[in-house]
């Protein structure tokens, strides 16, 4: 019975199964087929023997990382980093997009717009050299703090200016982009409900707070949740584009460990040991979020 169905359903959306079949395909190649390869961090590999000969040692590189020198502080500095990001970057979309919707004149509206997008299509390696230039010694910063009487600084080799800088620049680049969606959401609510808040005597912000943002909480309950389960996944390429060794003590994150481990060190199945606890606990993350989620208000991702 389910297999006829099944075969029904295929012959009447035929198209719509051979347009997901690159999708599909993808997938299984570069995300499915890859984990086949995780079991080297359970292993001594050595690409002269392969993956599957190499000998297998458990935990042990697992082990090597919790007891490992810099263990605490990538997962300080991971975790510091991803939730000021959240803390400060995650809401800055949603108060775009609630002050967007608020304008009357379609012009402004669409030139702001139009301006707060644009910086998610520049390149990472283009703002971070646009930082470089902006922060060094004789960049427009410092010619700024001078020019008031102030002592220059070396802004992109203190260690305390990095988190400042990595969240400021991703809000500056994000904040735009991340807002549309919760314009598309905010379009979707029932007109008729403020025109009764306006007979009832409703400002624009008891609006707001009592029809706008609770019309648009599926939508922020369901993108907090998939950015929870990518907490201890911070931005890693940037980081590599902005930090130094000077730097290494409030920027170094998972992410840049590993690729020093894996790539520039060749620890192949210490990096891929690292890897895997990073997506084990993001993927917890991901489960406590939703559970939270469900049971306070209802949404959930599954």
């Known amino acids: 019975m389910l297999k006829t169905t099944a075969a029904k ?38 690409p002269s023997l392969g993956i599957a000969d190499s000998p297998w040692v458990g935990f042990r590189h697992f082990t090597e990382f919790f007891n490992g020198f810099y263990f605490w502080r990538v997962i300080r500095n991971t975790l510091l980093i991803s939730l000021y990001s959240i803390a400060f ?12 919707n608020e304008l009357r004149s379609r012009l402004f509206k669409r030139t702001v717009q139009s301006i707060t997008y644009l910086p998610h299509f520049i390149s990472l390696v283009v703002v971070v050299g646009m930082m470089v230039d902006f922060l060094s010694a004789d960049g427009l910063i410092n010619q700024i703090i001078a020019a008031f009487g102030f002592e220059t600084r070396s802004f992109l080799q203190e260690p305390k200016w990095f988190r400042f800088l990595y969240v400021s620049s991703g809000i500056w680049q994000e904040v735009g982009w991340g807002s549309i969606i919760y314009l598309a ?3 979707g609510i029932d007109p008729t409900l403020y025109e009764a808040a306006k007979v009832d005597g409703a400002g624009r912000f008891k609006q707001i707070l009592h029809i706008t943002i609770p019309g648009i909480m599926p939508t922020i309950a369901i993108l907090f949740i998939l950015r929870m389960g990518s907490v201890m996944s911070v931005g890693d390429e940037k980081i590599l584009l902005m930090y130094n060794p000077m730097t ?28 895997l606890f990073n997506a084990v606990i993001n993927f917890a993350f991901l489960l406590l979020t939703n559970l939270i989620s469900k049971r306070s208000g209802g949404t959930k991702l599954f």
């Open 89 to 100: 970057g995650f809401p800055a979309s949603i108060v775009l997009a609630l002050l967007l």
């Open 248 to 275: 290494y003590e409030t920027a170094d994150v998972i992410g840049t460990y590993v690729y020093r481990k894996g790539i520039l060190e060749t620890s192949y199945s210490f990096s891929s040991a690292v890897g």
């Open 9 to 46: 359903d295929f012959r009447k959306n035929k198209t719509i199964y051979l347009l997901a079949l690159p999708v599909i395909a993808y997938y299984l190649v570069f995300h499915y087929g890859p984990m086949y390869g995780v079991q080297i961090a359970f292993k001594d590999f050595s």
């Open 185 to 187: 959401a905010i379009a």
